[in-house]
């Protein structure tokens, strides 16, 4: 096998490790999960199953204060049967924006409005089953003007300092991966090095 450069896409557009899809048939169609289970060849002619899911996609907002303490939720995650401590987030609706969506779920979901809203990148958190990506938004001149929560989601909203969010996530408290992603790029916006205003 000739090696190639792994960090660049191939030229002419092809990928060598590209599988091809022979069958595909949806198993399960929920409210907004699809599950589909496939029939592929893979590059060396091996003949295998793929079930993945299909998403519409989220936002994650990171909602900064101006004393620099971000607000954050707990929520009971129902596969896991337990709550957890995470940034604001939601699925992303047919035919709505990106930034639209983050300002949507910011307000719904803690009762705060953001005068400034910053892209910081998105993510793909579980690539070897869904297709799901995770755009996130940093928000700050944050006022409250109260949230109106979807029937059934129950959640509790408090703000912590970074430094204290840090601690919980070095200490293995906290687990929700979109939220540590979200510390981190918190920590590379504050530094300068990541960040584009939405």
Same mark, same amino acid.
């Given at each position: 096998?000739?090696?190639?450069?792994?960090?660049? /896409?191939?030229?002419?557009?092809?990928? #060598?490790?590209?599988?091809?899809?022979? +069958?595909?048939?949806?198993?399960? %169609?929920?409210?907004?999960?699809?599950?589909?289970?496939?029939?592929?060849?893979?590059?060396?002619?091996?003949?295998? #199953?793929?079930?993945?899911?299909?998403?519409?996609? %989220? *936002?994650?907002? @990171?909602?900064?204060?101006?004393?620099?303490? *971000? *607000?954050? +939720?707990?929520?009971?995650?129902? #596969?896991?049967?337990?709550?957890? *401590?995470?940034?604001?987030?939601?699925?992303?609706? #047919?035919?709505? $924006?990106?930034?639209?969506?983050?300002?949507?779920?910011?307000?719904?979901?803690? $009762?705060? @409005?953001?005068?400034?809203?910053?892209?910081?990148?998105?993510?793909?958190?579980?690539?070897?089953?869904?297709? +799901?990506?995770?755009?996130?938004?940093?928000?700050?001149?944050?006022?409250? @003007?109260?949230?109106?929560?979807?029937?059934?989601?129950?959640?509790?909203?408090?703000? %912590?300092?970074?430094?204290?969010?840090?601690?919980?996530?070095? /200490?293995?408290?906290?687990?929700?991966?979109?939220?540590?992603?979200? /510390?981190?790029?918190?920590?590379?916006?504050?530094?300068?090095?990541?960040?584009?205003?939405?």
């Amino acid at each position: 096998m000739t090696l190639r450069d792994p960090w660049s /896409s191939p030229a002419d557009g092809t990928d #060598p490790l590209a599988e091809e899809t022979l +069958e595909s048939s949806l198993a399960f %169609a929920g409210d907004f999960l699809r599950i589909y289970k496939d029939r592929v060849r893979a590059p060396d002619g091996h003949l295998a #199953p793929r079930e993945y899911m299909l998403h519409p996609g %989220a *936002v994650m907002v @990171v909602p900064l204060l101006a004393d620099g303490q *971000v *607000v954050l +939720e707990r929520q009971y995650r129902y #596969p896991l049967r337990r709550g957890f *401590v995470e940034f604001p987030a939601g699925k992303i609706d #047919p035919g709505e $924006g990106l930034l639209t969506c983050a300002q949507r779920e910011l307000r719904e979901e803690t $009762g705060y @409005v953001g005068d400034t809203w910053v892209y910081l990148g998105g993510f793909h958190n579980a690539i070897g089953y869904c297709n +799901e990506k995770i755009e996130v938004f940093l928000a700050r001149g944050l006022r409250q @003007v109260g949230g109106q929560n979807d029937a059934g989601e129950v959640l509790e909203v408090f703000a %912590a300092t970074h430094d204290e969010l840090r601690r919980r996530i070095a /200490s293995g408290e906290i687990t929700d991966v979109k939220t540590l992603i979200g /510390s981190y790029w918190l920590d590379e916006y504050l530094a300068g090095r990541r960040g584009v205003p939405a």
